[in-house]
């Protein structure tokens, strides 16, 4: 199929559209976009109306392949997405239980490059949205690029216009540097692409997020539209927040960093409001930021604030150019705090140094207690990258195109905080199973909801198989037991594995895995596992390969 190469000659208004409207109409378009992949033609209400869908041709994709030592690397996950959107029902190999009624929606960077320009860092890329929709055992994939501002500007102006995670917009003189450095400060230049995570609020609205507070962009699970922008009713100002708040259907906790007066102010949001209330704040113990705050847990009666050695920078912001930790700072010498907060009353109810860390993503926090049920310490497991701060630069584009394999993916662990409630000034961390298990790659991981917050026996993530570059199994890892059960498809690399709880299940791990996967050849596939066995239960080959995704969740059919 032609594509329009995303360049000053292309057209993204709306006349080539409608032209590619009519002319990709129909099953035709199916055939013409998937070469000869086995999807099925039936009339399936969704699947009969996505076949009608517009397939607007992207940007043309940087190179898709990368030379190797030994073989050509054909993956796709780290390329641009080939079209804006689509949409069908796919060929299922093996059964998908028939309880797994509901839609799973995946969020990511999938397009990372502006004509000839490519995007140096994976974090860079417009947000890819793609849903994988269950129903009797039937599956219907689409995906679709989210409307964001930043997004939009880009297509119209050919260029970058929004500041990313690492790409700064060239300014054309003197005087407009002046007036970005203005749009930063107030935070007009930031971008809004909110391609990090897609949540589903209580109240039934889904919510595209990113590290900038403007990035909250609501869109319908069904068709992946996007809708508008998620306004916050409330004052509390800035610009960034936590890109993982906790969410569930009773509330939204998130994290909001002060970087002015170093602290972070915790917040709580009730389903069907679009204001935050304020449940306290912590103060900063060290160094001149506040550490970034990707992600954090809470326990049954707190939320958990982490302070990590790596910090937010402000002269970072300002630069034009990537430094290697981009808009942070490694500052051992500050030191790495875990705070304590309690949701009813917002008092700080432990403050405690801990060995330094660096980690995206914790993975659950609970209560330990006594005999006499009072709560003694609080755990706190999250994917810990053995306090080394270069698996950021690992992400950057170039690096995960060029596997040869070397064994280059630093190596992480299942961190484990230990934190005392009982005024100790100290707490531990450590490994919570032997890393060796899962390969010493550790990241992009999910629990079974029901145990958020609660004291929890399993856990999926990605680990690795080496030589690799970047996490490339899935794992379930059993953090009574202090196993791991791996699942590797030599050469893929798979997404974040996301658990979905059998209706009525007793055990926390009866249910199902969904992941999907970039195979070697360039293809791509939705995998489910079994909760349980870790074995594989049904996949469906995608018409072609996706780009990576990072964070999801699960909308169930109502
Ligand atoms: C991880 C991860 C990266 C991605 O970040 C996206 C942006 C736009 C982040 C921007 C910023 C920071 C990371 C630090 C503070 C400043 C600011 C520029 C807002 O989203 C992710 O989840
Ligand atoms: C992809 C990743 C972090 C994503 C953040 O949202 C980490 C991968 C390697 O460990
Ligand atoms: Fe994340």
Same mark, same amino acid.
């Given at each position: 199929?032609?594509?329009?190469?995303?360049?000053?000659?292309?057209?993204? %208004?709306?006349?080539?559209?409608?032209?590619?409207?009519?002319?990709?109409?129909?099953?035709?378009?199916?055939?013409?976009? #998937?070469?000869?992949?086995?999807?099925?033609?039936?009339? @399936?209400?969704? &699947?009969?109306?996505?076949?009608? @869908?517009?397939?607007?041709?992207? *940007?043309?994709?940087?190179?898709?392949?990368?030379?190797?030592?030994?073989?050509?690397?054909?993956?796709?996950?780290?390329?641009?997405?080939?079209?804006?959107?689509?949409?069908?029902?796919?060929?299922?190999?093996?059964?998908?239980?028939?309880?797994?009624?509901?839609?799973?929606?995946?969020?990511?960077?999938?397009?990372?490059?502006?004509?000839?320009?490519?995007?140096?860092?994976?974090?860079?890329?417009?947000?890819?949205?793609?849903?994988?929709?269950?129903?009797?055992?039937?599956?219907?994939?689409?995906?679709?690029? @989210?409307?964001?501002? &930043? +997004?939009?500007?880009?297509?119209?102006?050919?260029?970058?216009?929004?500041?990313?995670?690492?790409?700064?917009?060239?300014?054309?003189?003197?005087?407009?540097?002046?007036?970005?450095?203005?749009?930063?400060?107030?935070?007009?230049?930031?971008?809004?692409?909110?391609?990090?995570?897609?949540v589903k609020l209580g109240d039934g609205r889904?919510v595209?997020?990113?590290?900038?507070?403007?990035?909250?962009?609501?869109?319908?699970? !069904?068709?992946?539209?996007?809708?508008?922008?998620?306004?916050?009713?409330?004052?509390?100002? %800035?610009?960034?927040?936590?890109?993982?708040p906790i969410v569930t259907d009773e509330e939204f906790i998130s994290?909001?960093?002060?970087?002015?007066?170093?602290? +972070?102010?915790v917040v709580r949001m009730e389903p069907g409001t679009n204001e935050r209330k304020?449940i306290?704040?912590?103060?900063?113990?060290?160094?001149?930021?506040?550490?970034?705050?990707?992600?954090?847990?809470v326990t049954e009666h707190y939320v $958990?604030?982490?302070?990590?050695?790596?910090?937010?920078? !402000?002269?970072?912001?300002?630069?034009?150019? *990537?430094? *290697?930790? +981009?808009?942070?700072?490694?500052?051992?010498?500050?030191?790495?705090?875990?705070?304590?907060?309690?949701k009813a009353?917002?008092?700080?109810?432990?403050?405690?140094?801990?060995?330094?860390?660096?980690?995206?993503?914790?993975?659950?926090?609970?209560?330990?207690?006594?005999?006499?049920?009072?709560?003694?310490?609080?755990?706190?497991?999250?994917?810990?990258?053995?306090?080394?701060?270069? $698996?950021?630069?690992?992400?950057?584009?170039?690096?995960?195109?060029?596997?040869? %394999?070397?064994?280059?993916?630093?190596?992480?662990?299942?961190?484990? #905080?230990?934190?005392?409630?009982?005024?100790?000034?100290?707490?531990?961390?450590?490994? !919570?199973?032997?890393?060796?298990?899962?390969?010493?790659?550790?990241?992009?991981?999910?629990?079974?909801p029901a145990y958020l917050g609660k004291?929890?026996?399993?856990?999926?993530?990605?680990?690795?198989?080496?030589?690799?570059?970047?996490?490339?199994?899935?794992?379930?890892?059993?953090? #009574?037991?202090?196993?791991?059960?791996?699942?590797?498809?030599?050469?893929?690399?798979?997404?974040?594995?996301?658990?979905?709880?059998?209706?009525? &299940?007793?055990?926390?791990?009866?249910?199902?895995? $969904?992941?999907?996967?970039?195979?070697?050849?360039?293809?791509? +596939?939705?995998?489910?596992?079994? %909760?349980?066995?870790?074995?594989?239960?049904?996949?469906?080959?995608? *018409?072609?390969?996706?780009?990576?995704?990072?964070?999801?969740c699960?909308?169930p059919?109502?």
């Amino acid at each position: 199929m032609a594509s329009l190469a995303f360049s000053a000659t292309s057209t993204w %208004g709306s006349p080539t559209y409608m032209t590619l409207l009519e002319k990709f109409d129909g099953p035709k378009n199916d055939r013409s976009v #998937f070469g000869k992949v086995n999807c099925k033609k039936r009339d @399936l209400t969704i &699947a009969n109306v996505a076949s009608k @869908l517009p397939v607007v041709a992207p *940007p043309a994709p940087p190179p898709t392949t990368t030379k190797t030592v030994e073989n050509e690397c054909k993956l796709r996950a780290w390329t641009s997405i080939q079209q804006e959107r689509w949409e069908g029902e796919l060929e299922v190999e093996g059964e998908i239980p028939l309880w797994l009624n509901g839609t799973y929606l995946r969020n990511g960077p999938g397009l990372w490059h502006l004509g000839e320009y490519n995007f140096r860092h994976l974090f860079d890329g417009y947000a890819t949205l793609v849903r994988l929709h269950f129903e009797n055992g039937r599956l219907i994939m689409g995906h679709r690029q @989210l409307e964001s501002e &930043a +997004y939009k500007a880009a297509k119209k102006n050919n260029k970058l216009c929004y500041r990313e995670f690492s790409e700064v917009p060239k300014p054309d003189n003197f005087l407009s540097y002046i007036g970005d450095m203005a749009k930063l400060f107030s935070g007009a230049s930031l971008t809004d692409n909110a391609n990090t995570g897609v949540v589903k609020l209580g109240d039934g609205r889904v919510v595209c997020l990113t590290e900038t507070i403007k990035g909250s962009i609501v869109v319908d699970p !069904a068709t992946l539209e996007t809708i508008g922008k998620f306004e916050y009713d409330d004052n509390f100002g %800035g610009l960034i927040h936590s890109a993982h708040p906790i969410v569930t259907d009773e509330e939204f906790i998130s994290l909001l960093p002060d970087l002015i007066n170093p602290g +972070y102010t915790v917040v709580r949001m009730e389903p069907g409001t679009n204001e935050r209330k304020y449940i306290g704040r912590v103060d900063c113990r060290g160094g001149p930021a506040p550490g970034w705050v990707h992600s954090f847990p809470v326990t049954e009666h707190y939320v $958990i604030v982490p302070e990590m050695p790596l910090r937010y920078c !402000a002269q970072n912001l300002l630069r034009a150019e *990537p430094t *290697p930790l +981009y808009k942070f700072e490694w500052h051992p010498k500050s030191k790495g705090f875990i705070h304590v907060v309690c949701k009813a009353s917002g008092k700080l109810v432990a403050s405690v140094e801990v060995p330094l860390f660096v980690t995206f993503h914790f993975i659950n926090a609970y209560e330990e207690t006594d005999e006499d049920g009072r709560i003694k310490a609080v755990i706190a497991d999250c994917c810990e990258h053995n306090a080394d701060t270069t $698996i950021l630069e690992k992400l950057r584009l170039q690096h995960l195109r060029s596997f040869n %394999g070397e064994d280059v993916l630093p190596d992480a662990r299942v961190g484990r #905080f230990i934190i005392p409630l009982d005024g100790s000034r100290y707490g531990k961390l450590e490994a !919570a199973l032997n890393p060796d298990e899962h390969g010493k790659g550790m990241d992009m991981c999910s629990i079974n909801p029901a145990y958020l917050g609660k004291k929890y026996r399993y856990a999926y993530a990605c680990g690795a198989q080496r030589p690799c570059n970047f996490p490339n199994t899935l794992t379930k890892i059993d953090l #009574f037991e202090k196993k791991a059960k791996n699942w590797h498809d030599e050469g893929s690399v798979p997404s974040e594995p996301l658990f979905v709880a059998r209706p009525g &299940a007793t055990r926390e791990d009866d249910g199902a895995v $969904i992941s999907m996967i970039s195979d070697k050849n360039g293809d791509g +596939y939705a995998l489910v596992l079994d %909760g349980t066995t870790f074995e594989e239960i049904a996949r469906a080959k995608f *018409p072609y390969g996706l780009p990576y995704g990072l964070h999801g969740c699960w909308v169930p059919k109502k």
